[in-house]
């Protein structure tokens, strides 16, 4: 007997109020309710979240590894893409 | 021994006998996922056992707390409901316990939380919580398994079958209960047909009821053996220390 997997599902919780969901893992479930529900019991045992996604991992397009050359490194030369030549009062702070 | 004193044993045994029994599946469960479920639920269920047997030892005041409670009674002082001492048999078996114990479990605690007694209602109040999420999760999983594969569908049905000669006791009340647990049937009764016919599962027909285990007059012979496994170590080593 073939033993059927359910689905895998991408789990982001968001740690507080005013934050962004991040991803903190992947598991299974037969629907978008479980995962949820399994999520809730796997991921946030110890009160890290205020708020669950789940994604079926099958939804996520993702970059290939092997385009990583023409994707990131034509950024290694261009510093003048980080606004470091700013002067920044510092009554600002932090930014 | 005061009437408080049986009524609370009442609500901290079955949630010690049914968290201990749904702690047999921790490793084994049959996926991951469900394995930390259970291994939750179980660990709620226990943390409400010590509310529960220590207010219980509170009121008795002869000096046992609520290990004491736990590990060095028998089978006859248990006041658990047959119900949850129950073997965990299959996974669907399991859940069939969790759902029907839920569902009553629920209504007795919304009913508990206006009770006029501060230390009872604060424990309903803060294990309501924890078990409106139980009954979601053991509704869902009844359904799903309910209204599964010709497989899942059959197994459900059996453990339905076998245990609903335990619910009947769930709402047997005498004077040792905190509440007329009798009036909580037609509640139970709406959710559990609810769920039910969702799980395209067939409702028992029989009225028959096994009693004994609410007033310790006669429980199953599955409690003794979970209780050897139970108490053995706080009993072999009475001074351990983790």
């Given at each position: 007997m073939s033993k059927q997997e359910w689905p895998l599902w991408e789990i982001f919780i968001r740690g507080a109020h005013g934050l962004s969901h991040r991803h903190v893992g992947s598991l299974h479930a037969p629907d978008a309710k479980m995962a949820i529900k399994n999520a809730r019991d796997v991921y946030t045992r110890r009160k890290e979240g205020v708020s669950i996604w789940a994604v079926e991992a099958s939804a996520i397009a993702a970059s290939s590894p092997e385009d990583k050359g023409s994707l990131y490194d034509p950024a290694d030369d261009k510093v003048y893409r980080h606004p470091t030549f700013f002067d920044i009062p510092d009554e600002v702070g932090a930014m | 021994m005061s009437d408080l004193f049986q009524s609370l044993l009442r609500m901290g045994d079955n949630t010690l006998i049914l968290g201990h029994r749904v702690s047999e599946w921790c490793g084994v469960a049959p996926v991951l996922e469900e394995d930390i479920a259970l291994a939750n639920t179980a660990l709620d269920m226990i943390g409400q056992t010590q509310l529960w047997l220590g207010l219980a030892a509170e009121v008795e005041d002869k000096g046992r707390d609520a290990d004491a409670l736990a590990f060095r009674r028998d089978v006859w002082d248990f006041r658990n409901l047959l119900m949850v001492e129950q073997?965990?048999?299959?996974f669907g078996h399991t859940m069939m316990r969790q759902f029907l114990f839920d569902a009553w479990h629920w209504q007795m605690l919304d009913a508990l939380k206006s009770s006029e007694h501060d230390q009872i209602a604060a424990i309903a109040e803060k294990s309501l919580k924890e078990v409106t999420y139980h009954l979601e999760r053991s509704s869902d999983t009844v359904i799903a398994l309910g209204d599964g594969t010709e497989e899942s569908h059959a197994r459900m049905q059996a453990a339905l079958d076998r245990l609903w000669p335990y619910v009947g006791e769930m709402f047997l009340t005498d004077a040792h209960d905190l509440i007329d647990v009798s009036a909580l049937r037609p509640a139970f009764d709406a959710r559990v047909n609810d769920v039910l016919s969702i799980s395209t599962l067939t409702h028992p027909q029989t009225d028959f009821t096994h009693k004994g285990g609410k007033t310790g007059a006669r429980h199953t012979e599955h409690l003794g053996h979970m209780l050897a496994a139970m108490q053995f170590l706080p009993r072999a080593y009475p001074d351990a220390k983790w």
């Amino acid at each position: 007997m073939s033993k059927q997997e359910w689905p895998l599902w991408e789990i982001f919780i968001r740690g507080a109020h005013g934050l962004s969901h991040r991803h903190v893992g992947s598991l299974h479930a037969p629907d978008a309710k479980m995962a949820i529900k399994n999520a809730r019991d796997v991921y946030t045992r110890r009160k890290e979240g205020v708020s669950i996604w789940a994604v079926e991992a099958s939804a996520i397009a993702a970059s290939s590894p092997e385009d990583k050359g023409s994707l990131y490194d034509p950024a290694d030369d261009k510093v003048y893409r980080h606004p470091t030549f700013f002067d920044i009062p510092d009554e600002v702070g932090a930014m | 021994m005061s009437d408080l004193f049986q009524s609370l044993l009442r609500m901290g045994d079955n949630t010690l006998i049914l968290g201990h029994r749904v702690s047999e599946w921790c490793g084994v469960a049959p996926v991951l996922e469900e394995d930390i479920a259970l291994a939750n639920t179980a660990l709620d269920m226990i943390g409400q056992t010590q509310l529960w047997l220590g207010l219980a030892a509170e009121v008795e005041d002869k000096g046992r707390d609520a290990d004491a409670l736990a590990f060095r009674r028998d089978v006859w002082d248990f006041r658990n409901l047959l119900m949850v001492e129950q073997p965990n048999r299959d996974f669907g078996h399991t859940m069939m316990r969790q759902f029907l114990f839920d569902a009553w479990h629920w209504q007795m605690l919304d009913a508990l939380k206006s009770s006029e007694h501060d230390q009872i209602a604060a424990i309903a109040e803060k294990s309501l919580k924890e078990v409106t999420y139980h009954l979601e999760r053991s509704s869902d999983t009844v359904i799903a398994l309910g209204d599964g594969t010709e497989e899942s569908h059959a197994r459900m049905q059996a453990a339905l079958d076998r245990l609903w000669p335990y619910v009947g006791e769930m709402f047997l009340t005498d004077a040792h209960d905190l509440i007329d647990v009798s009036a909580l049937r037609p509640a139970f009764d709406a959710r559990v047909n609810d769920v039910l016919s969702i799980s395209t599962l067939t409702h028992p027909q029989t009225d028959f009821t096994h009693k004994g285990g609410k007033t310790g007059a006669r429980h199953t012979e599955h409690l003794g053996h979970m209780l050897a496994a139970m108490q053995f170590l706080p009993r072999a080593y009475p001074d351990a220390k983790w």
